[in-house]
């Protein structure tokens, strides 16, 4: 799947070892977190998987991008699945931080250290 809507491109890569890597390009905000609960939709109607959103390609994320990615969590878990965010960049990092963000979500350096951290690489 690839979607762009606005400024925010979303595409997924299934991953042969069961996890989904979500990647997350451009601005997530007001205009384009529907985009991401979209997305999110048709990724957890199939059966369950863990999800790792690859969010190193995100420029710009407001509140409403990150009540998106808390959403997105919460449904996956639902699921019985993991949700995990990987590749923040330092600005990212900080707003995570402060929001408490880094205490509900899995947070890894990179895509392939939360694969490591799943066991599935």
Do not use: W
């Amino acid at each position: 799947m690839n979607e762009t809507e606005g400024a925010l491109s979303i595409s997924t890569r299934p991953c042969p070892s069961g996890p989904v890597v979500l990647r997350l390009a451009g601005d997530l905000d007001h205009y384009t977190g529907p985009g991401l609960r979209t997305a999110m939709a048709e990724l957890l109607s199939g059966p369950g998987a863990d999800v790792i959103a690859d969010l190193s390609a995100l420029d710009y994320c407001d509140s409403t991008g990150m009540t998106e990615i808390i959403t997105a969590h919460h449904r996956t878990e639902d699921k019985g699945s993991s949700f995990s965010v990987a590749g923040l960049s330092p600005a990212l990092t900080q707003l995570f931080r402060v929001a408490g963000l880094d205490q509900l979500l899995a947070v890894y350096p990179s895509v392939e250290e939360a694969l490591d951290a799943l066991g599935a690489s």
